[in-house]
């Protein structure tokens, strides 16, 4: 067993969180780090709602964590608001969004389409903002809620290839810094995570390249999935309720 596997295993198995009672929308969750997240919250008691656009991978997932699912565009908001209302239907609540849903359209700047760009920002930066109108009625009314987003180191320092979605994950950080002062009157608390983990867009990465770009990161590795979800969870919960507005890396140091 490695190192990622040896500290995946422990996250899995050592679960400290408890959210029994609470209801979390975890978005972009039928795989990597949406599914990691999801399958922390069923596992510490939560009523899990996952979310995605796959709907056939959606059903899998829902499967194999014993959760429910909803197949929902969240670049769209007539569709995010069906999942919101179908969730208080269910459970008469919600406590915990994680906004993690996202695409990619790669191509040098001199290449990218309007469409390259526009479905980047309405799947990312779009879809953050829209499940968090949606969410934040409920919030108030509550006096309580968590908001964990998923940025990218991209957002800060830009990656080429990536014009599109450095600005979304940019943005996201804006919202994040701005929702968490209009909410925090109402016990709201809205953070963001920068990630480095395992994904199949890491394992799609030639070789070299990925060879190349672990040597950047300090710890010498990617993250499992498991680890951003800890990450997540605890943002998410009781203990972080002085936490807000903040962007933490989760990302083995690569944005020292």
Request: proline share 2%; glycine share 10%.
């Amino acid at each position: 067993m490695n190192v990622t596997e040896m500290n995946a295993a422990a996250v899995k198995s050592n679960i400290v969180f408890d959210f029994a009672g609470q209801t979390v929308i975890v978005t972009g969750a039928a795989r990597g780090i949406g599914l990691e997240v999801g399958r922390l919250f069923v596992k510490a008691g939560a009523d899990v709602f996952l979310v995605d656009f796959d709907a056939g991978a959606l059903d899998e997932a829902t499967a194999e964590l014993g959760c429910r699912g909803v197949a929902a565009d969240v670049s769209d908001t007539a569709s995010v608001q069906t999942v919101v209302d179908t969730v208080v239907a269910e459970t008469g609540r919600i406590d915990v969004l994680v906004n993690n849903a996202g695409i990619l359209r790669d191509r040098m700047l001199w290449k990218l389409t309007d469409d390259d760009y526009e479905q980047v920002m309405a799947v990312h930066a779009g879809g953050t903002f829209r499940f968090t109108r949606a969410c934040t009625p409920h919030f108030r009314a509550q006096r309580h809620g968590r908001v964990v987003n998923v940025t990218s180191y991209t957002g800060l320092r830009g990656n080429v290839g990536q014009s599109n979605y450095a600005m979304a994950k940019a943005g996201i950080i804006g919202f994040t810094k701005t929702a968490a002062k209009e909410l925090a009157g109402f016990g709201v608390t809205v953070n963001a995570i920068s990630p480095n983990a395992e994904t199949r867009m890491i394992a799609s990465i030639p070789d070299a390249k990925r060879a190349e770009l672990t040597a950047q990161v300090p710890l010498g590795r990617f993250a499992d999935p498991a680890e951003i979800a800890s990450a997540v969870a605890f943002l998410a919960s009781s203990e972080a309720g002085y936490v807000t507005g903040a962007v933490v890396p989760v990302d083995g140091g690569i944005s020292i």
